[in-house]
Every structure is written in structure tokens, then in C-alpha cells.
């Protein structure tokens, strides 16, 4: 008996992506499937006269010293995480007349990770957003089963308003100092204030206290006060808040100061909190008292095993915790407890091969799970056919319909 099984499933809605900078990105070269030499071979391509955009660079992969950057063409290179660049000596100039803040901070990754939605928003105007790059986006997404995208930082007010057009792209999160400049009629139709907390593990910045080999240190973006300060100016809008927070540091300061303003009286329409890979038993049972939506990346269920570089195995076994949220602390798939990908990678077969071939079994999902918790395609209806290999351990797409 061959014990591949296939599966259809809905079209779904990616609850967590970076909509406007993806589809910006499309017209950027990626770095992505090439080896260190065939990067630095496509980069020395790039034209003489003028900045390339281009991402998808492995600083692990290929360092860059300053020999290279002084004679490779005008560019700025973004890091797979999204968090760090590079400009080569060439492309400084344009930069600094460009985004003179990001030429100034360059090699200041403390302020990088401070300002992660103002990164978002120079690449964005860099590469440049419209209609037809956000519909190219969300039609690559389709043949992966994903219909529909909601967006965590939208990187400007241009890029927010091709948003706001696109019913599959409408739902979406702005930093705070975006949101406080839209006209009301754009504020009314965003989902809400994006705030970050900590850094990424991939940047060995996630506010983890613990376990790290090598270097690697919790960065914190705000203390108490400046955070309470910003939820305050959220509250005055009426916004919904989406708290990024990936350490057990983090999460306690959210949930800390969370607790605090509703002493203090403020509320809002809706809190998610964003990652929360290390929550913990009592961190979840707090959330859930407040009324707190969960958004989670099945797909990061994969860094308890790619991650053992830079963390220990007893400190990755705690990553996405999922039975003990649902089985113990009551968050239900679809209601409180929301899925989506960070775009890494953006396609269902991924994050369904870590919900069912888990590393650690408290990270289980079953397939009815994971769909409920990514929700059907908004704006657009379909169906996915799933192929799942027990026996590898794999799942693949293995198409899609539309209708
Ligand atoms: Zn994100």
C-alpha cells in the first residue's frame, strides 16, 4: 500500500506576511538559490550606473569584506532575515541621497533592529510598489495554497493604499508612526499598530536569556515606560495592536505591560501577539485571561532543528508550543490562536510537513488544525490538493483550483 495520502483542502489566508515588501520585491534580483561564488559573480553583473536592489543575501554564507564592497556596482544587499543590509561603497551614494538615515546607521545593528518598519519602508520605496507588482505577488502565492495575505508592517502610506485596494491584500498593520500620519478614512481601514518587542533568532536577537552558543544577546526595543507610552497613543487612535514578541523576555513585557494599561483603563478592539515561540505554560494562561489572539508560524516549528548553531536543544524544544496552547490553555485554531508564515517560505507544503512531522510532539498539528488556524482565502475561493508521504515525512501541493 503506498502510503501517500492526498488531501483537499481550502484555499487559506496567510494571517502573518509582509505583503507590500514582498511585492516590492518582486522586481529585485534574489540571491536566494545561488552558492557564495555564483552570488558574487551576479553581483559584480550589476549595472555601473545605477543602485540595484537585491535580496535574499546569506551573510553566514557569503561575508562580504571591504576589498569586495569596494569594487563590486552600486548596491544595497538585504539579508534573508529582512533585518540587516549591506550597502557596497559604490551604492553608498545613492543611499545617502535616498535614505540618509539608513547610510548613516549601517553598521549600527542595535538601530536596525530598533527600526525594522522604517528598513521596510526605505526597501519598499527603493524597489517601488504598485498595483500589477502586489497582483503578481498574490498570484505566485496560488499554486502554493495560499489565496490572500495580510500584512504586519506595511512599509509606507503609498504602499498602503495599493493595499486597502486589493481585497485579498486589505488586512494590515502599520508601525505607529504610519498609522498616526494616514487620513482617518485610511486608519479606519487598517487592521491596526504594529510594535516590535525583541530582535529575530536568526539575528541572534530574540530576547532569550539563555542557551545561546556563541554570540547572541536578547535586544529589548523599549523599557517599560517607552512601551506603556505607545500603547497609550495606539489606545487613542482606537487601534488594534499586533505585538511582535519571540522570547519569553518579550512576552512578559508584553503581557506585563498589557496587564498595566488595563489597570490603567485603556483597551482596544484587538491585541494578537505576534511569534511567541517561547511562551510559556503561565505566559499562555495570562494571554488567554486578557482576551489575547495568538499569531504563530507552523513554519518555525523547523528552527528546533535549524537553529542548533546558535541555540541549545533544551532551550529549542520549547519553540511552538502548540499542544500545550490548545490542549491546556484552551486557544482554538481559527478563534485565538491564528497561523501564518512570515513568508518563510509562503507556501502551505512547509508549514503542514512541521505540523504533522513535528521535531518535538508538543508541536504537533493535526491538518484540521492547521487549516482552521490559517482560515479560508479571503476574497478569492479555492481548493488545494494536498499530497502528504508518511513514510518521508514530506507534503507537497500538488495543485490547485480555483472556484
Ligand atoms: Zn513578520
Not at 552600486?74 to 557596497?88: C, E, M, Q
Request: with cysteine.
Amino acid at each position: 500500500m503506498s502510503a501517500v495520502r492526498r488531501v483537499e483542502i481550502p484555499l487559506l489566508h496567510d494571517n502573518h506576511t509582509h505583503t507590500s515588501l514582498y511585492s516590492a520585491f518582486g522586481s529585485c534580483p534574489d540571491l536566494a538559490g545561488l552558492d557564495a561564488l555564483g552570488a558574487l559573480a551576479f553581483l559584480r553583473s550589476l549595472p555601473d550606473d545605477r543602485l540595484s536592489v537585491v535580496r535574499g543575501w546569506k551573510s553566514n554564507e557569503l561575508a562580504l569584506d571591504s576589498a569586495t564592497l569596494a569594487e563590486l556596482p552600486p548596491a544595497l544587499l538585504i539579508n534573508r532575515s529582512l533585518h540587516g543590509f549591506l550597502v557596497t561603497d559604490a551604492g553608498l551614494p545613492f543611499v545617502e541621497a535616498a535614505v540618509p538615515d539608513l547610510a548613516e546607521h549601517r553598521g549600527d545593528a542595535a538601530w536596525r533592529e530598533a527600526n525594522v518598519p522604517r528598513l521596510f519602508e526605505a526597501y519598499c520605496g527603493l524597489a517601488g510598489i504598485d498595483d500589477a507588482k502586489l497582483a503578481a505577488f498574490l498570484e505566485s502565492l496560488v499554486p502554493q495554497g495560499i489565496g490572500s495575505a495580510e500584512d504586519l508592517a506595511v512599509a509606507s502610506a503609498p504602499a498602503f493604499r495599493v493595499l486597502k485596494a486589493n481585497p485579498r491584500a486589505a488586512a494590515a498593520f502599520a508601525g505607529l508612526k504610519l498609522f498616526a500620519s494616514m487620513p482617518p478614512e485610511d486608519r479606519a481601514a487598517c487592521s491596526g499598530v504594529k510594535l516590535f518587542l525583541d530582535g529575530a533568532i536568526g539575528a541572534r536577537t530574540a530576547a532569550i536569556e539563555s542557551g545561546w552558543i556563541g554570540e547572541g544577546a536578547p535586544l529589548m526595543t523599549y523599557d517599560d515606560a517607552a512601551l506603556l507610552g505607545e500603547l497609550a497613543a495606539a489606545a487613542s487612535y482606537g487601534a488594534g495592536l499586533a505585538v511582535h514578541a519571540i522570547g519569553p523576555l518579550a512576552i512578559e513585557q508584553a503581557l506585563r505591560c498589557l496587564e498595566a494599561a488595563r489597570r490603567e483603563g485603556l483597551s482596544f478592539p484587538l491585541v494578537r501577539l505576534e511569534h511567541v515561540q517561547f511562551i510559556s505554560r503561565d505566559q499562555a494562561f495570562r494571554a488567554r485571561t486578557l482576551g489575547i489572539v495568538l499569531s504563530i508560524q507552523p513554519n518555525f516549528t523547523s528552527d528546533t532543528v535549524d537553529y542548533l548553531d546558535r541555540l541549545d536543544a533544551a532551550t529549542l524544544e520549547r519553540n511552538n508550543p502548540f499542544r500545550m496552547l490548545i490542549d491546556e490553555a484552551g486557544f482554538v485554531p481559527g478563534k485565538d490562536l491564528l497561523f501564518g508564515s512570515d513568508g518563510m517560505p509562503h507556501g502551505i507544503a512547509h508549514p503542514a510537513a512541521c505540523s504533522l512531522f513535528p521535531p518535538v510532539p508538543g508541536q504537533r498539528l493535526s491538518l484540521e488544525e492547521l487549516v482552521a488556524g490559517y482560515g479560508p482565502a479571503r476574497g478569492i475561493e479555492g481548493t488545494v490538493t494536498l499530497e502528504i508521504d508518511e513514510a518521508r515525512r514530506e507534503v507537497r501541493v500538488a495543485g490547485t483550483r480555483l472556484g
